[in-house]
């Protein structure tokens, strides 16, 4: 059997770990749900996957139009009971184990590579090496995988690396224990006149668990609890404490949402790449990766920083990917505003450049979209056809297009994933719009 690292899609297991006991049952079969779908994205943890384990299944037809563009030699595809626990279950599972065993143990075989880090990634590491799991032997263990990306530790961990650092633009955090004082605090804040702010739960992501909250829509204590209520009943993350409330910064017009994305060993940080990232409101969509994504002033301090954040990280124990996401303020300082300890959405961008960069023998343009709202519900095989259109419209163009997130297409709020690469930041943008006006066609076709 050949090798290839072997990718683990345990999105929904990772976020599991922050919430409470008493979380709304309810909510967390949504975010497990939101989870599964995300999970689509662990063929891309790496640019040469091996097997990897997924927990919603499709057709198999989507790795060929992946492959098509894609040089992976070793990818093969299995797929797990979709439930949180996913890792336990591979655990658990003599095939699947001695299928992840193969792989690894295989002439130019790679790595384990989860979503992130858990308890359940310790016990299947141990089961596939045929070791005893040893207490305090993973950062999950060490710590607390909640010690590394909680939002409250970032704030200190960025605080603290800014010393010197005039580029660097460290926001006001306050923290709260309970609701009760978060709103009096809120209020308080509307009724000195005081400019908007950003409330954030200690462990969202992706955009959820975080609101811009302006003084005009909190006038009164009544207000803030009426709006409080409201998030929580939303996204039940908004009850799980500490609140969090930072300084609102406002953008810069251009180049406003940017990361570093590296990765922790034993060595050290490796630099893994940069991304202007996509975001509608709060929420992520996707990033450019590649040659102009990012203009060389910003790589810079944006590289520096992240390693500085990396080797803070490492000290504290923590290996394996992690990013800094930023800011830039209209002021042209960066402000940054969190730290992810696994894998992300960007890290997906950065894969698929290195394969397709390894393959042309020059660097190539990334942009993914993983949330591209779908006009109607359509069934999969519906969405199949369209994107076959789409791939062959844009292969006309010169552009390769990758679908990367297609299980929730017939949800109630239907998206879809995908990856636009080119020569060129334009021409991935100037592609973008095609794809919006191809997929725009669905519901003038009535699709059901």
């Known amino acids: 059997m050949s090798g290839g690292n072997a990718h683990i899609g345990n999105v929904a297991e990772y976020n ?10 309810d909510h967390l079969r949504s975010w497990d749900i939101e989870g599964h779908h995300y999970a689509g994205l662990a063929l891309f943890y790496s640019a040469d996957p091996g097997p990897v384990f997924l927990p919603l299944r499709f057709d198999r037809a989507w790795l060929d ?51 992130g880090e858990t308890a359940g990634t310790e016990r299947l590491r141990a089961a596939v090496s045929g070791r005893p799991t040893t207490p305090g032997g993973g950062p999950a263990q060490e710590r607390g995988q909640a010690a590394f990306e909680s939002k409250r530790e970032a704030h200190r961990r960025f605080s603290e690396c ?95 949402q940017l990361t570093y994305d590296g990765e922790i060993t034993d060595d050290g940080v490796i630099d893994r790449g940069t991304a202007l990232m996509h975001v509608t409101g709060t929420h992520y969509r996707g ?38 996401d930023f800011v830039r303020a209209r002021d042209g300082r960066l402000a940054p505003t969190e730290i992810n300890a696994r894998r992300t959405g960007p890290c997906a961008a950065m894969a698929i450049a290195a394969n397709l960069g390894a393959s042309a023998g020059r660097p190539v343009v990334v942009r993914t979209e993983d949330t591209l709202p779908l006009p109607r519900a359509i069934p999969e095989e519906r969405l199949y056809a369209r994107f076959e259109t789409v791939a062959r419209v844009l292969a006309d163009q010169g552009v390769a297009f990758v679908p990367t997130l297609v299980t929730a297409s017939s949800e109630k709020v239907p998206y879809a994933g995908f990856a636009l690469a080119g020569a060129s930041v334009a021409e991935v943008d100037t592609a973008m719009r095609h794809v919006v006006h191809l997929m725009s066609g669905l519901a003038e076709e009535g699709e059901a």
């Not at 336990?88 to 790679?110: E, F, I, Q, S, Y």
């Not at 954040?309 to 124990?317: D, K, N, P, S, T």
């Open 16 to 25: 599991r770990q922050f919430f409470p006991a008493q979380f709304r049952s």
């Open 65 to 115: 139009m992946q492959r098509s563009y894609l040089h992976w030699p070793h990818v093969s595809l299995h797929w797990t009971a979709g439930e949180p626990g996913l890792s336990d279950v591979l655990a658990a599972d003599p095939a699947a184990v001695a299928t992840l065993r193969a792989a690894l143990d295989a002439p130019g075989g790679g790595h384990l590579l989860a979503w």
């Open 162 to 256: 800014a010393r010197g650092r005039p580029e660097i633009l460290i926001t006001r955090q306050e923290v709260y224990g309970d609701a009760q004082t978060a709103a009096a605090a809120l209020a308080a804040r509307a009724t000195a006149g005081a400019g908007p702010v950003m409330l954030k739960s200690d462990f969202g992501v992706g955009g959820f668990g975080t609101r811009l909250v302006r003084p005009d829509e909190i006038p009164t204590q009544d207000d803030v609890w009426a709006l409080l209520r409201a998030l929580t009943d939303d996204d039940a993350i908004f009850g799980v404490v500490p609140l969090l409330v930072e300084e609102y910064i406002e953008p810069h017009p251009l180049h406003c």
């Open 287 to 324: 990033a450019t990766t590649g040659p102009g994504a990012l203009p060389e002033p910003l790589r810079r301090p944006v590289t520096d920083f992240g390693r500085t954040v990396g080797a803070m990280l490492a000290a504290e124990g923590y290996r394996g990917w992690f990013d800094v």
